[in-house]
């Protein structure tokens, strides 16, 4: 059938061998101690190997300039000139995932090259599922070191899924 049931055989493929090990060792538990037992081990090596993921998720979709991406607005010919003059000092990090804790080190590691003066660094959030507090905490150091720097942060498309409106504002 489409689904293969021997845990053996997950352990010789790459790519289903951390899933073969976690049920050997459900299995395993299972049988020298009790199902419960078994069941809270199999759900923490889960949320540990899930946290494993999002922290090696890239955190940038994509980053560009502001010579080769413009907002949709309608320009005048000088604004599209000033736009094309300037767009150098326009970056856009376009984000994706999840911006938590493990991940917001990353975050600020990659903006640093960007803190510096008459420069503009844009966050666009359309792609991120959540912030926690550490996320936003650093979202408004960089914030703060654009500023002092003489540039400045821009966040775009926060959606109210982020819960981080009001929050950010403050």
């Given at each position: ?67 080769h991406k413009h907002s949709l607005n309608v320009r005048t010919d000088e604004e599209k000139n ?7 000092s326009i970056v856009m990090f376009e984000l994706r ?74």
């Open positions: 059938g489409m689904i293969n049931f021997n845990l053996i055989s997950w352990i010789t493929y790459k790519k289903s061998r951390i899933d073969g090990i976690i049920a050997l060792t459900v299995f395993a538990v299972t049988i020298s101690v009790n199902l419960v037992t078994a069941v809270g081990i199999g759900i923490l090596i889960s949320m540990l190997m899930y946290f494993r993921m999002q922290i090696k998720a890239p955190i940038i979709h994509v980053v560009r300039d502001g010579v000033i736009l094309h003059k300037n767009g150098s995932g999840n911006i938590f804790f493990a991940t917001a080190d990353k975050l600020l590691e990659l903006s640093e090259e960007y803190i510096k003066k008459d420069q503009y660094l844009i966050f666009n959030l359309l792609r991120v599922q959540f912030i926690d507090i550490s996320g936003i905490i650093l979202i408004l150091q960089i914030s703060s070191r654009m500023k002092k720097a003489g540039g400045e942060l821009i966040l775009c498309h926060m959606h109210n899924e982020l819960g981080i409106g009001r929050k950010i504002n403050k």
